[in-house]
């Protein structure tokens, strides 16, 4: 699990680095300005697939069908299904081109007319992000059942990449639609790096006629995931629209602040894809080792990131934007969001226990109950406490999810929750007494990188993750 998990995340990572990178580069070059504004919202959807998809939404319902099938099913699966992807692909795309100008006051009804016609612009090239997205996702199966994690986890970084390029190299010249071509540009490229290694495993796309009945057999298993995927975007959307409303640049700071977060994520993504592979076929016992095992995997993951995103906020953004004065909003909304880091990771590996016995619908059921507490705090808190309501909402919505999880699951005993819960609230706790004592600059980030890498070591001796137990 452990060697998987480490090559599958690297390739992520770098993805990753990637889009940080692309967001970096978008405020040095616009700042938390209403052109950056626009074009985040005008992001927002096709990006939302593209996450969607990246964190598990295909791989969960259609690595266990690709798995049950000889190689010559496979092959016949796979083609039959490149078609119907594509064709789903270029709907979507339709639909977001044709009503441009209706998703962007969804999305952002905080906008000015003049922001909402740059976002139209470039949502409409945006839109055709979205084939190529699905038919990565489509091909990346057959990769990761054949444990060739590095090259399906390239995706974000072929995407990343163009726009990176483009900002890097025009600069102040950058415009909305130049950067929404270098993403369609970079959407592309997705697919095609994979033909190759497809064409290798039987990949034979022409062969429309072949199994026939595998769209309906996916979507019976992708419904529940689908349901719970727009639950999750429906927030992150509703998060975008309320921080729309408090002012300009806010969109700007809530979406770094999530792209920061999703760097330590990453290994948690890679984790759950493991993990899932690894539960598929084995009896109960053998999943319960493999869960414990994960969770404190995840746990020493994410415990250490979030006392460093407590302690050393405010130094870390002025290390990272230094021309960009955020008044301290960026750094309060970087530590509330680090808190929700571990529970979050509980919840995914919590849902890939129930999905390796083929149910997806206990871990919706649970999502659902969470994310509406999520909506209830969302739709107060924000308009008392700014853009760190956000965050405390999401930290609210996932406690509740993660206990219902074991609760369901007949876990809450098998589990060491309440230690591991007790410290993933303490530790962040104990992190405020860092700024407190210890003013803002390179001493605050120096003492909380050491504190926090004695932290992970402590975790490695206390929870042995290579251990079966």
């Known amino acids: 699990m ?8 690297l390739a992520t990572l770098i993805g990753l680095v990637a889009g940080f990178a692309r967001e970096w580069l978008l405020i040095h070059v616009w ?14 959807l096709p990006e939302a697939v593209r996450m969607a998809l990246a964190t598990g939404l295909f791989s969960s319902a259609a690595l266990p069908l690709y798995q049950t099938r000889d190689a010559l099913a496979r092959s016949a699966w796979l083609s039959a299904l490149s078609w119907r992807v594509m064709g789903v692909g270029l709907v979507l795309g339709c639909l977001l081109y044709v009503a441009a100008p209706v998703w962007v006051r969804v999305v952002g009804p905080g906008l000015s007319e003049e922001g909402r016609m740059l976002a139209g612009q470039s949502l409409q090239l945006l839109a055709w992000c979205v084939p190529g997205f699905l038919l990565h996702a489509l091909l990346c199966i057959p990769l990761q059942a054949h444990a060739r994690f590095i090259l399906a986890g390239l995706g974000s970084l072929l995407f990343n990449l ?4 483009y900002l890097a190299v025009a600069s102040a010249d950058a415009s909305p639609s130049g950067l929404a071509l270098s993403c369609l540009l970079g959407s592309l490229l997705m697919p095609l790096v994979l033909i190759p290694a497809m064409r290798g495993m039987g990949w034979r796309p022409w062969q429309v006629k072949a199994d026939r009945d595998c769209g309906s057999e996916l979507l019976r298993r992708l419904g529940p995931l689908l349901i719970s995927t ?6 992150a959307l509703l998060e975008r629209m309320i921080a729309s409303l408090l002012g300009e640049g806010a969109v700007t700071w809530l979406n770094f602040a999530r792209k920061l977060i999703n760097l330590p994520m990453v290994a948690l993504m890679s984790l759950n894809q493991v993990l899932l592979g690894l539960m598929g076929g084995r009896s109960e016992q053998e999943r319960l080792a493999l869960l414990r095992r994960g969770v404190a995997m995840a746990t020493l ?11 050393a906020a405010e130094p870390l953004i002025q290390l990272l934007l230094p021309s960009q004065a955020s008044g301290g909003v960026l750094a309060a909304l970087l530590g509330w969001f680090g808190l929700t880091l571990l529970f979050a990771a509980w919840n995914a590996l919590l849902a890939r226990y129930a999905y390796a016995v083929g149910d997806t619908r206990l871990p919706l059921a649970c999502e659902l109950s969470g994310n509406a507490l999520n909506v209830v705090f969302l739709l107060a808190l924000p308009w008392l406490l700014g853009l760190k309501g956000i965050a405390l909402a999401a930290l609210l919505g996932v406690l509740l999810t993660g206990l219902l999880l074991m609760r369901k699951q007949r876990l809450l005993q098998a589990m060491d929750w309440k230690r591991q819960w007790g410290m993933g609230l303490a530790m962040p706790a104990l992190a405020l007494l860092i700024p407190l004592g210890i003013a803002p600059g390179w001493w605050q980030l120096g003492v909380t990188m050491v504190v926090s890498a004695t932290l992970m070591l402590m975790m490695v001796v206390w929870l042995k993750p290579w251990r079966m137990a």
């Open 2 to 9: 452990f060697g998987s998990t480490a090559w599958l995340t």
């Open 31 to 44: 700042g938390a300005s209403l052109r950056s504004d626009a074009f985040l919202v005008a992001i927002f």
């Open 162 to 165: 163009p726009p990176v390029i």
């Open 230 to 235: 727009l639950a999750s975007q429906g927030l």
């Open 301 to 311: 993951l994410t415990l250490p990131v979030a006392f460093g995103l407590v302690g």
